[in-house]
Each structure stands twice: as C-alpha cells, then as structure tokens.
C-alpha cells in the first residue's frame, strides 16, 4: 500500500490569509494525487485532480501542485465557506490510499 | 449528473453482517469505464477505500478487508452492494458508495451513511 502522509494534520487561518497544505506520497505516484474538501456530515468533495487540475465549479483560489511523492494544494484567499478538512488522495495504484487530513479552523 | 444513494441497516450487531446497496441514478451503471466502489469513515477518522466492482463483476478488494468483504452488482436495477461479514464495533463507519475510473479520482460520491456495529 502506498502511505499518504499529510502536514500540518490542523491549522488555524482567519479569511483572505493564504493557506498551504502538503502531502507526501511513500513512493513516487507520478501526478495521480487528487485533493478533497470535506464539511461535517458532508461527503467529500473533488477539488483537484492529477495533482493541478481544477475540478469543474470549483473556484479559482484552489490549486495544487507537485508531482513524484511531494504534492501542495494552496488556497489563495481563505474565504468563510473553505473552513473545513482537507484530504490527498492517490490515485496511481490499488488499493486506493487516502491522507489522513488537515482540519482549517478559523483563527 | 450522476447520483449515488446509499441504503441499509444503521445498526448491526457484533460477528453478523453489514449489507448495503447504492443506487445509482442520472446515469447507467454499465457504462464500460467505470469502476463502483465502497469507502469508510469512522468517526473523527481518515477515509479508508473498501473497494471497487466493474459492471461485467470484476472486483478488488483491499487487502486489509478482503477476507471480509463481498461486492455486487446488479445491472438491472442500476445498483450496486456491498456485505462486510463478522462486523466489531472497529466497522462503525459512515460508509459511502462513489464513482471512479482507473487513475482517477472518487468523482460522484453518495451523501453517506452511518452503520453502528453495536450489541
């Protein structure tokens, strides 16, 4: 299996600030990394795919990059609705691993 | 738009079975490149992929759950089942169904639901 490992796991943000998320992959998984946003009671929801690409309806000031095993998703201006957990995600083999997630409160 | 539905029991009882079925709407279930799987949740917990079935049946299972679990598909009703035997309270889970194709990502996920394993 293929450990997803993400920092910080928490981070206290208040809005507009710029926020950074990373994951580390325990092997190369070339770009197939894909990040999650995740509201209580909620299901996950896809935000990016391939490591930068940004799923469609999803706003501008999401984006990621990275590509082997070290991969970033960046907020540019956090906005009142973006407070929730984050999660990475592989995609390159089975089975399927996830991140354990990185929770972003509000400050 | 594709919809996926989760539905079944929300308690089961230690060493029985946790059954579930995903109904998929807005969408066929055999369209030939996607892959239907099963994923959890325990609470304040990371998520965990159970696995996936094709329409034609082919499966994968995790490894860490494989001796345990069982996926199905019926094509007529458009769904999709999932049984995980000899449950322990280590399965309380929200558990969801979502949509995926091979090295991409979970794209339509179903609202989830909560399965206490529970005397």
């Known amino acids: 299996d293929i450990q997803m490992t993400q920092s910080p796991s928490s981070l206290s943000a208040s809005v507009g600030d710029r926020v950074t998320i990373t994951c580390r992959a325990g092997?190369?998984?070339?770009?197939?990394l894909n990040w999650y946003q995740q509201k209580p009671g909620k299901a996950p929801k896809l935000l990016i795919y391939a490591a930068s690409s940004l799923q469609s309806g999803v706003p501008s000031r999401f984006s990621g990059s990275g590509s082997g095993t070290d991969f970033t998703l960046t907020i540019s201006s956090l906005q009142p609705e973006d407070f929730a957990t984050y999660s990475c995600?592989?995609?390159?083999?089975?089975?399927?691993?996830f991140g354990q997630g990185t929770k972003v409160e509000i400050k | 738009q594709v919809q996926l539905q989760e539905s079944g029991p929300g308690l089961v009882k230690p060493s029985q079975t946790l059954s579930l079925t995903c109904t998929v709407s807005?969408?066929?279930?055999?369209?030939?490149?996607?892959?239907w799987s099963w994923l959890r949740q325990p609470p304040g917990k990371g998520l965990e992929w159970i696995g996936y079935?094709?329409?034609?049946?082919?499966?994968y299972y995790n490894p860490s759950l494989k001796s345990r679990v069982t996926l199905s598909v019926d094509t007529s009703k458009n769904q999709f089942s999932l049984k995980l035997n000899s449950v322990t309270v280590a399965d309380t889970a929200v558990y969801y169904c979502a949509r995926t194709e091979t090295l991409l990502p979970f794209d339509s996920w179903g609202q989830g639901t909560l399965v206490t394993v529970s005397s």
């Open positions: 079935i094709h329409y034609s049946g082919s499966t």
């Open positions: 995600q592989q995609s390159y083999s089975l089975p399927r691993t």
């Open positions: 807005g969408g066929s279930i055999s369209s030939g490149s996607y892959y």
């Open positions: 092997q190369s998984i070339s770009s197939y």
